[in-house]
């Protein structure tokens, strides 16, 4: 592989509506991309960041890609380092697993310089002390997807039991990232610590549901468990239109729309690729006569997960 590796981390929709913290997926773009060089003196050195804005430190112990890093060269025999330059491609406090992305990025570049000791599972508990670092909890539904690809259930933390999901190949996603930000850790810091048990057991049989549509192939199954009673009624307060933009994307088509991660990115799913770019057309159009800039990407669910870029 040689001492230098240039890798491509893609963003990710995490929750799915009803699976808080217990599912994702990944989507083809935006995402974040890392040049990680070897070094024979021991440590992981981030030389530079762009795309930022000016935002992210460049101490590795307080940034996302450098502590996978870390956590990751701790696990093996490697006596050296590694210089690091982050350029990320997309948007911070989007909702769209930014963190995870350079998480993700990190730890599966340095795993291919060091000829592949763990498999893309083995390093999703690195990429999750970089989400500990961002937001103050190890979740997984962000970096799983981003290492993995495709669409992943964390059926546990503890132990950490991960599960990829089969996902019909004409299912489509639209995000749209409206210019407000909308920190993690304020976002579940609002969420209630007790819920009714009736909701509890709603959102149970959504997750169920989800899945076996998604492994059924059945639009309609999915369509119908698409529904969050927990988090987004108290998340959708943060974002301007969001039962507009939800309303709207249902009547295009849409089998089910809801906030991607924290927010204020909102994501929704469609049985064909024209119907998710009439969505992202329609959902731009709202935030613009609001005054609200935002950018829009429509995918088919990515199934690679990172990529080595020449």
């Known amino acids: 592989m040689g001492k230098k590796i240039k890798v491509f981390a893609p963003a990710t929709v995490a929750n799915v509506a009803c699976g808080y913290d217990v599912l994702g997926f990944a989507i083809d ?19 530079a960041i762009t795309g930022d804005g000016g935002k992210l430190p460049t101490d590795t112990t ?5 502590v996978a890093m870390q956590q990751l060269i701790k696990k093996t025999d490697y006596e050296g380092g590694a210089k690091v330059w982050l350029h990320k491609k997309m948007p911070l406090g989007s909702g769209l697993g930014s963190s995870a992305a350079s998480s993700a990025a990190g730890a599966f570049a340095m795993n291919q310089l060091l ?44 132990p950490l039991d ?6 019909p190949e004409s299912l489509y996603c639209t995000v749209i ?20 048990l009736t909701d509890a057991v709603t959102q149970w049989g959504n997750v169920a549901g989800l899945i076996a549509g998604l492994y059924r192939k059945d639009y309609g199954l999915i369509s119908r468990s698409l529904q969050d009673v927990v988090i987004e009624p108290v998340r959708s307060l943060l974002i301007p239109s969001f039962g507009e933009i ?28 024209e119907v998710a770019l009439e ?11 609001m005054g609200v800039t935002s950018e829009t990407y429509t995918s088919a669910i990515n199934q690679n997960g990172p990529i080595v870029m020449k």
Do not use: W
């Not at 890392?34 to 981030?46: A, F, Q, S, T, Y």
């Not at 991960?162 to 996902?167: S, Y």
């Open 177 to 196: 990232h409206p210019q407000i930000e909308v920190a993690t850790k304020d976002a579940r810091q609002i969420l209630k610590k007790d819920i009714p």
């Open 279 to 289: 969505i992202a057309h329609i959902q731009a159009k709202i935030f613009a006569d």
């Open 115 to 158: 000829d592949k000791p763990f498999t893309s599972a083995e390093l999703v508990p690195f990429a999750m002390e970089g989400e500990r670092l961002a937001c103050g909890a190890a979740h997984a539904d962000n970096v799983a997807p981003a290492l993995m690809g495709g669409f992943v259930l964390i059926r546990s933390y503890a």
């Open 246 to 273: 939800k309303a709207a994307s249902l009547k295009a088509g849409a089998l089910g729309c809801g906030i991607s991660g924290s927010g204020p990115s909102i994501f929704s799913l469609c049985q064909h690729q």
């Open 162 to 167: 991960i599960v990829p999901i089969d996902t």
């Open 62 to 66: 307080s940034n996302t890609a450098g």
């Open 29 to 47: 773009s935006p995402g974040d991309e890392v040049v990680v060089e070897l070094k024979d003196e021991p440590g992981v050195e981030i030389v």
